[in-house]
C-alpha cells in the first residue's frame, strides 16, 4: 500500500504538508498543493479511514442490523438511514441478523471491537440479553421497529397494535365474522403487537378473540406464506379472511390461494403489512397496512447523530412512535357472501 511517507517523499515535502492537503488544503501554497496531488493521484494513494479514527478518537461509521435484508421493508428503512447519515457526513455499515440472536450477538461484538460512531437495530434477541451485553461498551443504539421505555435508549417504532386493529376492521367491515392471522414467531413483538390489535377489533365488533384464528411460521417470508396458505386450506371450516403480519407472508398466501384455483378476493379476503413495493404490483394488488420504513430509518438515524454529536451532552433519549396506515386495493375488495362468512 502507497502510505502518505511515501506521497511526501515524492513530491519533496513533509509528511504535515500531505496531511495539510488532504486535510486543510487552504493552509498550502497553490503550488505545493498542486505538486502533492499530483503525487497523489500518480502513485493512487488513499488515506487510512481507520488510522484517521483512531486519532480522532472517533468513527465516522454507523451501523444498521436488522432482521431480514431480503424484505424490501428494512431495504427502505436503510435507505432512510443512509440518506441521514450521508447529510451528516458519516457512512452506514448494513448487517442482517436472519432473526438470530446468535448471529445478532456476533455482529454486535464485530460493531464493538470496530469501535462504531453508533448503532441502529432491530432486535433479534426477544429477551434483550444482547443488547444488555452491549451496554458495557459505551456505544450509543436506537432501537428501529421497536418501541422501548425512553430511559432505556432512544426508539422509533410503528403503533403496531393500531396497525394490526386497522387490518381486523377493515375485514369485519367487509362483512366477515372472523379471520386467520397468519404471523411469523411470536416471540418477536411486532407479530404479538399486530395479534393484540387485530383481536381488538374483533372485541370492537362483539365477537370473542376465538372468532380469529392463528397460524404461526418459524419465518417471515413468501416460502413460510406458501407454507402457511396449504394450512389454511385444509382448516374447516375454510376461512373467507386473513391478516398476514406482513406483505411476504401474505404474497406467499395469496400464491398457495391462486394454486388451489381459490379467487381472491372472491372466496378470502387478504390483508398484508409493511405496504412494499410489490404488495401493489402482485397478481391481486394486496390491501395491505403502510409503515412509513424511510422515514422510520432516517428518524433513527437523526436521533444517532444527534445523541454521538457535538451537542451530545444536550441529548435526551426519546421514544418515537409513527402511525400505520390502511392501504385497500383488490385483494379485499369484495364483501364476503353471507355463505361464506
Given at each position: 500500500?502507497?502510505g502518505?511517507?511515501?506521497?511526501?517523499?515524492?513530491?519533496?515535502?513533509?509528511v504535515?504538508t500531505?496531511?495539510?492537503?488532504?486535510n486543510?488544503?487552504d493552509?498550502v501554497?497553490?503550488?505545493?498543493?498542486d505538486?502533492?496531488?499530483?503525487?497523489?493521484?500518480?502513485?493512487?494513494?488513499?488515506?487510512?479511514?481507520?488510522?484517521?479514527?483512531?486519532?480522532?478518537?472517533?468513527?465516522?461509521?454507523?451501523?444498521?442490523l436488522?432482521l431480514d435484508?431480503?424484505?424490501?421493508f428494512?431495504?427502505?428503512v436503510?435507505?432512510g438511514?443512509?440518506?441521514a447519515?450521508?447529510?451528516?457526513?458519516?457512512?452506514?455499515?448494513v448487517?442482517?441478523?436472519?432473526?438470530?440472536s446468535?448471529?445478532?450477538?456476533?455482529?454486535?461484538s464485530?460493531?464493538?471491537?470496530h469501535r462504531?460512531r453508533?448503532?441502529?437495530?432491530?432486535?433479534?434477541?426477544?429477551?434483550?440479553?444482547?443488547?444488555?451485553?452491549?451496554?458495557?461498551?459505551?456505544?450509543?443504539?436506537v432501537?428501529?421497529?421497536?418501541?422501548?421505555?425512553a430511559a432505556?435508549?432512544?426508539?422509533v417504532s410503528?403503533?403496531?397494535?393500531?396497525?394490526?386493529?386497522?387490518?381486523?376492521?377493515?375485514?369485519?367491515?367487509r362483512?366477515?365474522r372472523?379471520?386467520?392471522?397468519?404471523?411469523?414467531?411470536?416471540?418477536l413483538?411486532?407479530?404479538?403487537?399486530?395479534l393484540?390489535?387485530?383481536?381488538?377489533?374483533?372485541?370492537e365488533?362483539?365477537?370473542?378473540?376465538g372468532?380469529?384464528?392463528h397460524?404461526e411460521?418459524?419465518?417471515l417470508?413468501v416460502?413460510a406464506?406458501?407454507?402457511?396458505?396449504?394450512?389454511l386450506l385444509?382448516?374447516?371450516?375454510?376461512?373467507?379472511?386473513v391478516?398476514c403480519?406482513n406483505d411476504l407472508?401474505?404474497?406467499?398466501?395469496?400464491?398457495a390461494?391462486?394454486?388451489?384455483?381459490v379467487?381472491?378476493p372472491?372466496?378470502?379476503?387478504?390483508?398484508g403489512?409493511d405496504?412494499?413495493?410489490?404488495?401493489?404490483?402482485?397478481?391481486?394488488p394486496?390491501?395491505?397496512v403502510r409503515?412509513p420504513?424511510?422515514?422510520?430509518?432516517r428518524t433513527?438515524a437523526?436521533?444517532?447523530?444527534?445523541?454521538t454529536?457535538?451537542?451530545?451532552?444536550?441529548?435526551?433519549?426519546?421514544?418515537?412512535?409513527?402511525q400505520p396506515e390502511?392501504?385497500?386495493?383488490?385483494?379485499?375488495?369484495?364483501?364476503?357472501?353471507?355463505?361464506q362468512?
Open positions: 500500500m502507497v502518505i511517507k511515501d506521497v511526501a517523499r515524492q513530491a519533496g515535502v513533509s504535515g500531505v496531511s495539510n492537503v488532504i486543510r488544503p493552509l501554497a497553490e503550488g505545493t498543493r505538486r502533492v496531488q499530483a503525487v497523489i493521484e500518480r502513485l493512487g494513494y488513499v488515506r487510512s479511514e481507520s488510522a484517521r479514527q483512531l486519532r480522532a478518537g472517533r468513527s465516522r461509521i454507523i451501523s444498521l436488522v435484508m431480503a424484505n424490501p428494512f431495504v427502505d436503510a435507505s438511514a443512509e440518506r447519515a450521508r447529510e451528516a457526513g458519516l457512512g452506514v455499515m448487517c442482517n441478523s436472519a432473526q438470530s446468535d448471529e445478532e450477538a456476533d455482529y454486535l464485530l460493531f464493538a471491537e462504531v453508533g448503532v441502529l437495530v432491530t432486535p433479534a434477541d426477544a429477551d434483550g440479553v444482547n443488547l444488555r451485553d452491549f451496554r458495557r461498551h459505551d456505544i450509543p443504539f432501537y428501529v421497529d421497536r418501541e422501548v421505555p432505556e435508549g432512544c426508539s410503528v403503533d403496531d397494535v393500531e396497525g394490526g386493529a386497522l387490518a381486523g376492521r377493515h375485514l369485519l367491515s362483512g366477515h372472523g379471520m386467520v392471522y397468519v404471523s411469523g414467531s411470536m416471540r413483538p411486532q407479530c404479538q403487537d399486530r393484540t390489535g387485530a383481536l381488538a377489533a374483533l372485541a365488533h362483539g365477537l370473542p378473540p372468532a380469529l384464528r397460524v411460521t418459524e419465518r417470508d416460502a406464506g406458501r407454507e402457511a396458505g396449504a394450512r385444509a382448516m374447516s371450516p375454510r376461512p373467507t379472511a391478516f403480519a407472508l401474505a404474497l406467499g398466501v395469496l400464491q390461494l391462486f394454486a388451489a384455483g379467487s381472491v372472491g372466496e378470502v379476503a387478504l390483508v403489512y405496504d412494499i413495493e410489490f404488495a401493489a404490483a402482485a397478481a391481486v394486496l390491501t395491505s409503515q420504513a424511510f422515514r422510520m430509518g433513527a437523526d436521533l444517532l447523530i444527534e445523541e454529536g457535538e451537542d451530545a451532552a444536550d441529548h435526551r433519549h426519546r421514544r418515537i412512535v409513527l390502511l392501504v385497500v386495493r383488490d385483494s379485499t375488495s369484495r364483501t364476503a357472501l353471507p355463505g362468512r
